[in-house]
Structures are given as structure tokens and as C-alpha cells.
């Protein structure tokens, strides 16, 4: 029986590291630089040919989680060459929360609903370099089980340094949960 995986994705210090020159230590060999919704932006080709490949598959149902929301998929997909501008986005601008994380509340919503609509999510990959100060699953590198027992499904959270965003090792993380 396929297993459905929600692949949640942020932007910066993620797919595109913190800094306009390419980092040192990130395993790619290969940078693309240009300028998406204002902002210069550097990404490895590789990553984004390994996230077009993981993104394609038929289990998996990407969704922008980012700050950037819409501009994710209108800037920085087609300059970066990611084959996402149809991926839905979480609405992240017009919460108010007075604690915790809103991407860990809007991704605490995003499943539940699509439960409830009958597109029943098995797994969570979230690939963010960090969140909100206030939330207390996220305040060292180290994986946290609280995600996995609150939503009752397996969570693959991968959490990039800013300045080098998502590794080849990453991807093979996320290769190796989804099988």
C-alpha cells in the first residue's frame, strides 16, 4: 500500500543558504545565483535536481512552508529551475500567534485538514533551517520525537545550517525515509 508523505519546504537558509557566495562545506559542486522577489539568491543545481526527482514522485505532496509564501513558486522556482509553482502554499502572514512556532502550527493544521478531507497524510518531511524562537521542539539540532507522537505518523525534520542550507547528506535522508 503507497504511503502519502507531506514534503513541507522553506526558502531561505534551506533551498537558498544565507549569503551571496557559495558555502563552504555544503558537499555541492555546483551555484546558480540570481535574483528572486527582491533578493540575490544562490542555489546548488544539484539540490534542486534532487528535490525535482523527490517532488515527482506520486507518494509525495510538496508544500511551500515559507515566509516567502506565493513568491516561492513565482520568483525563486523558475529562477532556480525548481518544478514547483503549482505546489500549495501555507499562509504564514496572517497569523497572529501569541506562542510557539506558526509554521509548526500551520503544518500541525495543514495535516489535520487534509485528513479530515480524506487525503490521508502516512509521513511528514520538513526541511527548515530554523523556527520561531518560541518553539520549544526546536531549540538545538537534535531530533525531537513530540512532532511524530502529537500527529501520530513518522516525522523526518531536518533542520540545515542557515548558511549552508540542504546537503547532499540531507537528501539522502529524505531519500532513504520515503524507500
Known sequence: MKKTTRLYLDVDGTVSPIGTSPPQGSGWAEWGSGRAFGFHVIWAPGLIAELNLITARDDVQPVWLT????????????????????????????????????????????????????????????????????????QDDEPRPELTVRLGIPVLRLRPLTNIGLTPDHMAQVRAFLG
Request: glycine letters at 6%; one cysteine or more; hydrophobic letters at 40%.
Open 67 to 138: 515566509s516567502w509564501e506565493d513568491y516561492a513558486a513565482s520568483d525563486l522556482a523558475p529562477v532556480t529551475g525548481l518544478h514547483a509553482g503549482d505546489w500549495p502554499v501555507l499562509p504564514l502572514r496572517e497569523r497572529n500567534m501569541d506562542s510557539g512556532s506558526m509554521k509548526l502550527h500551520a503544518l500541525v493544521e495543514d495535516v489535520e485538514s487534509q485528513n479530515r478531507a480524506g487525503n490521508h497524510i502516512d509521513r511528514i518531511v520538513w526541511l527548515d533551517d530554523m523556527c520561531d524562537e518560541e518553539d520549544e521542539w526546536e
